[in-house]
């Protein structure tokens, strides 16, 4: 329940600015892959200006996610080390008792 609230306050106020930038900012702008020749209209595309701010937020995004999962990753694998040996220790306690139980029949 927490969380929803906490989603609902964050995800509505960034939601109407969004909305609110994109309305402001429908004119078509260029956009060109040449710095020598702006002019060359095999790489200039021409769209609204907020899909290029909504490209630029998506992809930001996503390289931060990515980011974030490489750095993780040395967590993730200690996690994994961690499952492995808490799989083993009810053989290990086994073998100990065994061990340590006195000999049967005598």
Known sequence: ????????????PLAIILIALAVANRAAVPFTIDPFNPGNPALTVELPLFVFLFIALILGVIIGGVVTWFRQGRYRRIARERVREAKTLPATEERSRAALAPPSGV
């Open 1 to 12: 329940m927490l969380q929803r609230i906490v989603a609902v306050i964050i995800i509505l």
